[in-house]
């Protein structure tokens, strides 16, 4: 007779109940908004709402496209990209600052202290940054960009921290083992490694950032929003019209010029 092998089957592994309960309240928070908010879908799609959806949408028609106007939208939309660039590149700066002490770098104090602050610049939205800042700052531009940089430092601050904490340690390691010092080892071992996610997150807010530079001009911040609101307060629709169809291009453009670098980044 031949010997019968007994082959040590593996357990299953343990159901992990966590996902599941995490899940079931996801579902009951969803089921709980819809049945809390007042939300009057009948009346939406009434045939009286309907009519009143398509007059205003007519009204739209046709855009006006006349030469001075479409200038005057030209050089809000050339304001609108200038605010947006500009905040970006001010809270590059202020994140990669930031990012080294919420990493931490400098210690769990010091972490702990710098994550609470990008906390509180990211948890205020563009409009009230806005709103705070230009009754320091006054009307126009200047207001708006210093809201934009604000906020999205606290963004990509936080964003950048976490990139240098999952970086691998062991290149920098090796360079202080060989005698080189904490800067030299941190610019050639760990920014190469961050360095395409940290441009792929700057590149996506830049695109976030250009439709909030749109928005912020309806508190007075200048450019395409703050034509927006001059025209729809006086119910100049064709103008209006215009000036949606350039935010729409804008943010277009951006879009085909991040994706543009991103190519050439990884390539």
Known sequence: MKPTMTHNMPKPPRRDWTVLAMLAMVAVLVVASFASLPLKWREFFTLEAVNSTLELLAGFAPPDLSAPFLIKTGWAAVETMAMS??????AVAAGLAFSLSASGRFGRTARALM??????LRSIPELVWASILLIACGLGPFG???ALAAHTAGVLG???ADSLENAA???????????ASASAAFF????????????????????NNIRAAAILGVVGAGGLGQMLKYHLSLFQMQQA???IIAMLLLVALVDGISYALR???TR
Do not use: K
């Open 158 to 160: 936080r964003l950048f």
């Open 85 to 90: 660039a500009l905040g970006t590149l001010l």
């Open 144 to 146: 708006g960009t210093l």
């Open 188 to 207: 050639y071992a760990t920014l190469p490694q961050t360095l395409p996610q940290m441009l792929s997150y700057t590149l996506y807010r830049w695109e």
């Open 241 to 243: 019209a215009t000036v």
């Open 169 to 179: 340690p062991l290149p920098e390691q090796s360079l202080r083992t060989n005698g």
């Open 115 to 120: 994550r609470g602050l990008l906390n509180v």
């Open 263 to 265: 190519r050439a980044l």
